[in-house]
């Protein structure tokens, strides 16, 4: 199985990424480009059947340390 | 005193601490590896800068996790004084030691510089021998200085008078030019509730001596210095 996790900044937070992405890409001439964020992409290798388990932990490593949630949201999925 | 530095893979800045608090101001100081997990005679500790662990995932975010910093969070919950500088400052909100978290610069540049420090309030450890509005000229050196909290962490911040330093003109005008990073209110430095922890991105233990072309920053240890002797006698009477 696997996990993953998608981490992005809260949208209160100001993302200096995003903005610099936002502007490149409407300088390359995409139209209509609105707001963009930039965060992480995390997959996680997980050993045995047990999916329940397994989201209840990926969940409390997610607020422990893959994110932080003063400034980041986080979602997940396991396959 | 018996200052402890703390040491994690990729500190930096903790050799300059060791050498302000021993060489010039008389004080013990000694390297406390970040494995180790006791801090035991020890009457204040330092988080350096630096890029703890590659900065990987988030700054401070693994760091937060080192053995010693169970240690840290005990040390402080008794009341014992901890002054986080650059990373060492990024650590200590990781570990929720002190609110907000510290993100890239609005600029997305690594800023290496001297600024403008301005001393916002005497009450702390770390500032009872800084006069009120006092400027200082320190060095700063980060991609990830811009501190950040939601509307009521900072309302908290400043009606506790939380916030310790902040960017600032040479007159000490708090100008969003003077802001290096684009940290919310110009913050460069806040204390925790009990005013025992703190941290702040610039470097004082870089301008300590004026041979090195500034010796600003040594007042902020004296400060420490300062309150450690006045509640030691405290405790003796």
Known sequence: MKAKIIVTPKKAVLDPQGKTVASALEHMGYKGVGAVHVGKYLEIELSGTDKEAWRKQIDDACHKILSNPVIEDYRFEIE | ?237
């Not at chain 2, 509730?193 to 902020?220: Q, Y």
């Open chain 2, 1 to 237: 005193m018996n200052f402890a530095i703390l040491q994690f893979p990729a500190s930096n800045c903790d050799q300059d601490a060791v050498h302000v608090l021993k060489n010039v101001l008389g004080h013990s100081a000694r390297f406390v590896w970040h494995k180790e997990s006791s801090l035991a005679s020890i009457d204040a500790v330092v988080v350096p800068g630096g890029f703890s662990y590659g900065d990987y995932l988030r700054t401070g975010a693994i760091a937060r996790f080192s053995p010693i910093m169970g240690a840290v969070q005990q040390f402080a919950a008794n009341g014992g004084p901890v002054l986080g500088i650059c990373n060492g400052f990024q650590i200590l909100c990781e570990a929720g030691l002190l609110p907000g978290a510290l993100i890239r610069n609005r600029s997305l540049q690594f800023r290496c510089e001297n600024i403008f420090l301005k001393t916002a309030t005497s009450d702390s450890p770390f500032t009872n021998k800084i006069a009120e509005g006092k400027i200082m000229r320190v060095p700063i050196a980060h991609g990830e200085g811009c501190y950040f909290a939601d509307e009521a962490t900072l309302q908290k911040l400043q009606s506790n008078r939380q916030i310790l330093w902040q960017y600032c003109t040479a007159n000490g005008e708090l100008t969003e030019t003077a802001n290096p990073n684009g940290s919310v209110l110009n913050i460069a430095g806040i204390c925790n509730e009990a005013r025992n922890v703190a941290g702040l991105m610039p470097h004082p233990e870089r301008a300590s001596e004026s041979l090195l072309g500034c010796a600003d920053g040594k007042v902020i240890f004296e400060s420490l210095i300062q309150w450690f002797q006045n509640r030691s006698l405290a405790k003796v009477a």
